[in-house]
């Protein structure tokens, strides 16, 4: 096979610099500590010269076109949903429309905007600054009611830099209504938490909405990161998305239907919504054999191996269930992959899977795949089920 066109060869081997050298790798979990050592040296060098040999030109051009193909899709099916819950008319089309717009929305995320911030929807002649072409497909997320710029300030620079490290990572960070990591503290009703934490899920969607709200006026007295202050462009993107997301989630339809049916298809749609989005995250992290630890006790484990150690693929089956989870969820139950290579599109990562499993093999890695969508969920249950339970001294 061909290597990676120029640009993205620069892209995939520009992160292998972090993963040189033996490292002793911390596994923390449900309050008892193993210490496992490893030597895999060069390991991320090795994948991506792997990855870059599997991957030629005609592959990735291929991948591109199906990612935009199915972009469009998406894109019609949601604008189609949201024209029916418009003007639908009765109970049956309004429940089903609903629940159509909560799908299409979710769709949307994990197919458009969650390849454009990682700057993967369009080529990107390997530059690791965001595009303005994928900077603006992006914006696709503000249109569902987020942030890009939140977004990829929590989820790339965050998530991606520290995945499942408690205190880097926000994306675990459930307080006080669940306990999602060991190094997290435990309260008297995280003992039930396996059974209400998947009603919790429900208020992703609206927690991402109303939290750019919060963290923007956050900022504007303490800073961000880096101590500065949002900008007046800040504010008034901030401004603009969110009323545009406002005028067409509840002004328009308040204009055709009664307040209350807009109330009830709001909440429905922003809960189903977010119950999807949480839990496909939670089954790619939030599990049984996913490592943990905390940023003050950080493994030594280089940026490669521990993006595979701390994700968790599922469903890679090729069965009816896995080949439709892999087109909605955008590839994101090939978590390890995305890891490992997240500028690239997700319609490659099946393509690479087996390179990355057999590379995690050579150097001792686990390479951990649920087989079925319920292994994953069951994974995710025994974890949280686990984690609330007291911790032994």
């Known amino acids: 096979?061909?290597?990676?066109?120029?640009?993205?060869?620069?892209?995939?081997?520009?992160?292998?610099?972090?993963?040189?050298?033996?490292?002793?790798?911390?596994?923390?979990?449900?309050?008892?500590?193993?210490?496992?050592?490893?030597?895999?040296?060069?390991?991320?060098?090795?994948?991506?010269?792997?990855?870059?040999?599997?991957?030629?030109?005609?592959?990735?051009?291929?991948?591109?076109?199906?990612?935009?193909?199915?972009?469009?899709?998406?894109?019609?099916?949601?604008?189609?949903?949201?024209?029916?819950?418009?003007?639908?008319?009765?109970?049956?089309?309004?429940?089903?429309?609903?629940?159509?717009?909560?799908?299409?929305?979710?769709?949307?995320?994990?197919?458009?905007?969650?390849?454009?911030?990682?700057n993967a929807f369009f080529p990107t002649a390997g530059s690791r600054r965001l595009s303005r072409a994928n900077r603006i497909a992006g914006l696709s997320l503000n249109a569902i009611g987020g942030s890009a710029k939140r977004w990829i300030d929590g989820h790339v620079h965050r998530h991606h830099s520290s995945p499942n490290v408690v205190g880097k990572d926000y994306d675990i960070e459930l307080p006080p209504f669940a306990r999602l990591a060991p190094a997290q503290q435990r309260r008297p009703w995280h003992a039930f938490q396996h059974l209400y934490v998947w009603f919790v899920y429900a208020f992703t969607s609206g927690s991402i909405i109303v939290g750019d709200i919060v963290s923007t006026i956050q900022e504007s007295f303490e800073g961000d990161r880096k101590g500065r202050a949002p900008s007046f462009r800040d504010y008034a993107s901030m401004v603009a998305s969110k009323g545009l997301f406002l005028l067409l989630g509840v002004v328009i339809p308040l204009l055709l239907h009664t307040w209350w049916v807009v109330l009830v298809g709001t909440l429905g749609v922003l809960a189903l919504s977010g119950f999807l989005l949480g839990v496909v995250f939670q089954l790619a992290h939030v599990v049984e054999e996913a490592d943990f630890c905390a940023s003050d006790t950080r493994t030594e484990a280089r940026w490669h191996e521990w993006q595979v150690r701390s994700s968790v693929d599922f469903c890679h089956n090729g069965g009816p269930v896995a080949k439709a989870l892999t087109w909605y969820a955008g590839g994101l139950n090939f978590q390890t992959e995305h890891h490992l290579f997240p500028s690239l599109p997700h319609t490659v990562y099946p393509h690479i899977s087996e390179v990355v499993a057999s590379t995690c093999r050579e150097f001792d890695i686990p390479y951990h795949v649920q087989p079925t969508l319920r292994a994953a969920l069951r994974s995710h249950y025994r974890h949280v089920r686990s984690l609330g339970q007291p911790v032994s001294t």
């Open 1 to 118: 096979m061909g290597a990676l066109p120029a640009g993205r060869r620069r892209g995939v081997a520009s992160s292998t610099q972090r993963d040189e050298r033996a490292r002793s790798v911390s596994r923390k979990r449900r309050g008892a500590l193993t210490v496992t050592t490893t030597t895999v040296p060069q390991f991320g060098s090795v994948l991506a010269a792997r990855v870059r040999a599997h991957l030629d030109d005609d592959v990735l051009r291929q991948c591109y076109r199906r990612l935009h193909a199915k972009a469009a899709v998406v894109g019609a099916w949601y604008v189609a949903s949201y024209v029916v819950v418009l003007l639908a008319s009765g109970w049956v089309v309004g429940v089903i429309a609903c629940v159509s717009l909560a799908l299409a929305m979710v769709a949307v995320g994990f197919n458009i905007q969650h390849d454009a911030n990682h």
